[in-house]
């Protein structure tokens, strides 16, 4: 963690952004709430369409189809003209590091690099991938590419001094043919290599002129079949820098400035096409399908047309890329469409009546716009994205959010940044919400302008230079800034108020909150607190490490600290001590850390407000290994916490917003049903027939209890997990004519008979143990267990999203001689619920769960233990450490805890209560 706040910023990735069109996108669509993606109590904001569209990945073009690796597709495809009709070629390898690539041979021949080295080439058929050859170049020639079913290769150090060109073809017989190119003349200097197809190269060579001084440029086309050398048109200067073409039927050169002059590839010292320059200037990709031009505009960035014999151009296409190519048959291949939503690869024909027509061979549906920087303070969430009409921008958004459950969120404020800050692809990697709409930011990741930007809410920004280049924001809030220079070696606080620098110090970890700087003081263990635009002395507080913090957080009477070789606490300022609790990126609210877990790729909550650290799973994130608190690989904060009002607003990999109520982002501790303090809670039924909570007291004990009456005494509950998505645990109940129900318990709340439920059938009555011992199939949701007294089997009813069980499945077999069968969640640390049995002979066996909702073999726990125990609970966690105990009643109503040790085992037993006679059942 050591320099995670000053150092770890990167630039966004893919700088060919900047080179793609600028193309308007439509608005984001409506708010949704809780998706497939999320909770019941969160708001999901559907992502916005990226500017950029999707990349086809071209990489050829054949006779009768294209090769292509679509942005997101997993492997290169083949995709036939004619049908459009797309297939992975998962029949060739894929370039990894250690094997060779694919690409195709201007024909429907692809070609492999065989492993690292680029001089073996293997040809296969597309379509049936029979082996059509392998070249092997020797070590005198170099390759400059494939042109067909052969490779143009030369003699000489480099490509702008060639001595000889060769063109190698595998044979039939297994071996190559090696055509050397000829009819050069008399002192020719062979320059690069040009386009080329599968019949034809082209290539320039230098000739003298009049004047010694001076050589000219012919540019020649290659029969690729022969070798032989042709002029093509009269030799130019070289200042002139002609464009070469080759088209299908056409060769020749061009510039938008000069025009084009053409002739027919079959007859290259034919009649010459001049093309005037008015008719080519402002294109910047130019070829010939059938006998027209087609071109891409400059300005406009569209794909246009107009006969070689004259006229206005006319729109094909609204936009395409600046990369057109030829295909064998004579059409043109382009990406291209009406914007991102409407984008794919086009091809060009000329029609049997001379006119062009455009198809869509491949779609490129568009692609989510990534979200850069992520803010939520003072109820306003901020957020940039790749939504700008120009790709060189960022799309500003700012929303009203709610303190309800489920957030609501208002309409979206959009503003295109409009070549101010953020712009060029420099996205704001890391927001500061000030708390009053405003954001803070440095210019760029790893900028080298030293500007920190302060964004209203109107969108006007105010700029400070602080620090000189490279700096960047430490920590924000309200009217103040903490800004670390260059070289990490001096801090600044900035106050936006009066506009200048109100502190100068040595640059620690440092944090400010409610006008309050938090520093890291050079004493291990002791942080420094001063009050900002006050005379009042610093103060020295000792948070009780062993450490010099490198990162420092503060929220209220909480402050957050870390430390580089590995330790983190939250100090409580009320109580004068710190909670050690899990390293990682993290985030501080009022009494509890929401951290990056990135190696089970979860977001995690750690509650702290009991003095112990209580950790549950807040959101899954298996499919965005990049997120993180401050960085991702390729784009910048990913989430964000808003401490007061205890919100967390996350990106997901769809780039969707998630905004959720964080007090309740974890899902409930096992049998917390009243406290919502994460320690765990014991029901009881007593004689007047109350069903009460007794609340675990974190210390391994029990004080106070929530109560609620009506019941009969003969029911039996069964402390349950969320089955209804309100993150408050709920309880079955057995009713006394056997039906079950599934009671829909609020938090803070006992059951009682008027509550909600859910009809979970009859019968039950033929069960005489149900008990639940957490998530036993690895689902994420409690499940029942239950033995049916007139056979001794186990059965399994697994809980479903709805908040019904399913059928029954028999899980185990003559379980009639266990006196006591108890659920006991999760005992030894593997995430799967766990069950607790006793036999006739007084031994406690564990039955350790499999996900999939079965049981291991059955492990001794305790032997001669607690024959005279008439309730055996497994409670959950009432010690506040973490871990899962065990709560036992003796026949004189003495009550004692077992505290489990989080590998399968517990400790000695602890009294700690007596008079629970009265209790008719415990659960």
Known sequence: MKGRLFVRRRLLGGAALAAVLALAVSSPGAVGTASAAGTADETVLPAGVRTVPRYAGLEGYGDTGLLSQPEGAEHQRWTDYATGRSRDLTEFSRWDGTRGGLGLADSDTAFETLGRNPDVLRFRDVGTGADRGTVTLPSTLHSAGVAGVAVVAYEGGSRSDMRAVHVIRPTAEGGTSDTVVSGFPEGARIQTPGPRDARSLLLDYRVPSDDPNVSLVQLAVVDLRDGTVSPVLEPYKPNLAWLPLLTHDYVGWWKPTLGARLVRRDDPQGPVVDIPASATAGKIALTVVGDHLVAVDDSTRALVTRPLSGGDWRQLVPRAQISLTQAPDGSAVVEGGSGPQDWGVQRVTQSAGGELSVTKIVDLPPLPAPVDGVA?????????????????????????????????????????????????????????????????????????????????????????????????????????????????????????????????????????????????????????????????????????????????????????????????????????????????????????????????????????????????????????????????????????????????????????????????????????????????????????????????????????????????????????????????????????????????????????????????????????????????????????????????????????????????????????????????????????????????????????????????????????????????????????????????RDTAGRLYRYGGKGNGSFGGRALIGSGWQGYKGLF
């Open 376 to 888: 939520l303070a003072g109820g306003t969430l901020t957020y940039t994205d790749q939504t700008a009409p120009s790709p060189s921008d960022v799309m500003w958004n700012s929303r009203t959010v709610s303190a309800g459950s489920p957030p609501q969120v208002g309409p979206a404020r959009r503003q295109d940044s409009a070549g101010a800050s953020c712009s060029t692809q420099l996205v704001c990697t890391r927001l500061f919400g000030l708390g009053d709409g405003s954001v803070v930011y440095d210019d760029s990741p790893g900028g080298t302008v030293g500007v920190i930007y302060h964004r209203l809410p109107s969108g006007v920004v105010d700029t400070a230079w602080i620090g000189g280049s490279h700096s960047h924001v430490v920590a924000a809030d309200g009217r103040y800034t903490v800004v670390s220079d260059s070289d990490g070696t001096t801090q600044y606080v900035y106050d936006w108020t009066r506009e200048k620098v109100v502190a100068t110090r040595t640059a620690t970890a440092a944090t400010v909150r409610d006008g309050r700087l938090w520093t890291a003081s050079s004493t291990a263990g002791h942080l420094t607190l001063t009050r900002l635009g006050t005379s009042l002395p610093a103060v020295d507080v000792n948070i009780g490490s062993n450490c010099v913090p490198d990162e420092v957080q503060a929220v209220g009477r909480w402050v957050y600290w870390a430390c580089a070789w590995g330790t983190a606490g939250v100090f409580d300022r009320s109580r004068g001590r710190s909670v050690d609790v899990p390293t990682g990126d993290a985030l501080l609210a009022d009494g509890f850390l929401i951290r990056h877990d990135t190696a089970r790729g979860k977001l995690v909550r750690t509650d702290v407000r009991s003095g112990k650290a209580v950790t549950a799973d807040v959101a899954d994130l298996p499919a965005t290994p990049n997120l993180d608190s401050r960085v991702s690989s390729d784009r910048g904060i990913r989430w964000t916490l808003e401490a007061d009002g205890n919100r967390l607003a996350y990106v997901d990999a769809a780039e969707r917003v998630h905004i959720l109520p964080a007090g309740t982002l974890a899902a409930p501790v096992r049998r917390d049903h009243v406290g919502q303090d994460g320690l765990a809670d014991l029901l009881t039924l007593d004689a007047s027939g109350a069903l009460a909570f007794q609340q675990g007291d974190g210390t391994g004990g029990f004080a106070g209890k929530v109560s609620g009456s009506g019941w009969s005494t003969r029911v039996a509950a069964v402390p349950f997990g969320d089955l209804d998505g309100d993150r408050c645990d709920d309880v079955l109940v057995r009713m006394t004519d056997g039906s079950l129900r599934g009671y829909r318990v609020p938090c803070g709340k006992a059951p009682t008979p008027a509550m909600p439920y859910t009809k979970l059938g009859g019968g039950w009555n033929a069960y005489d143990v149900l008990t639940s011992p957490g998530d036993l199939t690895g689902d994420g949701r409690p499940d029942l267990v239950a033995r049916k007294a007139s056979t001794g089997d186990l059965y399994l009813f697994a809980a479903r999203s709805d908040g019904t069980l399913t059928g029954a499945k028999k899980i185990g077999s003559a379980w009639g001689g266990y006196t006591k069968i108890t659920g006991a969640g999760d005992l030894d640390g593997d995430g799967i619920g766990d069950v607790l049995a006793r036999d006739k002979a007084g031994t406690l066996w564990r039955y350790g769960g499999l996900a999939g909702g079965r049981l291991k073999a059955r492990v001794k726990v305790f032997g001669g233990w607690g024959s005279t125990y008439d309730a055996v609970v497994g409670v959950g966690d009432i010690t506040g450490d973490g871990k899962n105990d065990l709560v036992v």
